[in-house]
């Protein structure tokens, strides 16, 4: 027993070749689960919704206003016909989202369906892999356990946007050091999904990093601007008179608190009523808060891919609102916290740790079904280990070497 502690400590598990042949068999399972499930149901999932399902609402929302119709997405009716429409599968996929984002969405708004799912799930991706490979280095196995991730296979199978919040999260954070403007521009760009930037602003303010504020601030004025002078005021009127329909969605399980990774959804799950979900939400959140501002203050002792870790995965645990694929938000936090191993040598039980969160998504996909929410305890976990980690980040490291070179 001692042995197998000290294995899962050190992590000394964890070789190369395992490295490489764990996430190709994933990979490989992936696919063709999702090959048979498609065949079997006609091309469709089994609900009869086309393959990257959310991404209707995207395009939609993107034909519309292309039409000359942007305020469509934010009437649910009207929506609601727009889609059936096109699809006739009487699903509805409802747009909670700022105008400045239906304008990323233009360009794939010119294509057919699935070509444009495809050109929007694969360059988002790579957007995403591009940063993770900045984090992590220009290692070969990076992209294999990227695609091997199953959050990926969350995202692709939803058709969502989780590439798109970890290419710009992360990639701010790459940016931050050295080009604090082009951070501050990225996190502009990433207020297209609030719920995920609660505590940036917090982190930022307690670094004293007030050009990337600054940047940010204009940024998301800007992009705001441009969508308005793209739809119409009007637009922005119907997506702030559309939030109670939002919180009404959360609090009233139209989303499904089953699919969500949140602290609230979890409790809501298990009987507990609004008002104490939300507090005992709030509470998480505040110690979330609490963590990060204290690991972000300035002239910081912690290392600054720590620090990152934890303001990805803080981000994660403080939202009521996230969904199972936002866990893709979690590749860079990994990342930074495998970087950081592989320079300075990795905490205790790190290499076990980031191989659970690294396979966790499927955990949390398979209990679903059965109404069982266990995402929280994963971000929980991870953002405690990172916590204790930032406390003492040197204590205790086992400089093993790189963990794909063992």
Known sequence: ????????????????????????????????ATAYVLYSNGGTLPNGSPFGSDFVSFWVAAREALSGHPEVPYLADRFAAAQNAIFGDGNFYAFFYPPHYLAYMLPFGTLPYYPALAAWTGLSFLAALAVIRAIAGKRPEALLLALAFPATFLTFAHGQNAFLSAALFGGALVMLPRRPVLAGILFGLLTFKPQLGLLIPLALIAAGQWRTIVAAAVTAVAVAALSAALFGVETWSLFLAQGSSAMDALRENLVGWNKMISTYAMLRLSGMADMPAMALQGLVSLIAAGATAWAWRRRSPVPYELRCALL????????????????????????????????????????????????????????????????????AGLFLFLLAATISPGRGAHHTGPVAAE
């Open 1 to 32: 027993m001692a042995r197998i502690i000290d294995t899962l400590r050190t992590g000394s598990w964890l070789q190369k070749d395992r490295m490489l042949f764990y996430p190709l068999v994933i990979l490989v399972i992936t696919v063709a």
């Open 312 to 379: 990805l995965t803080a981000s994660l645990l403080a939202t009521p609102f996230g969904l199972n694929y936002d866990l893709f938000v979690l590749a860079p936090a990994i990342a930074f916290v495998a970087a950081f191993g592989l320079r300075a040598g990795f905490p205790p039980f790190a290499k076990t740790i980031l191989a659970i969160v690294y396979l966790s998504p499927f955990a949390v996909l398979w209990l679903m079904a059965d109404m069982i929410a266990i995402a929280p305890f994963i971000l």
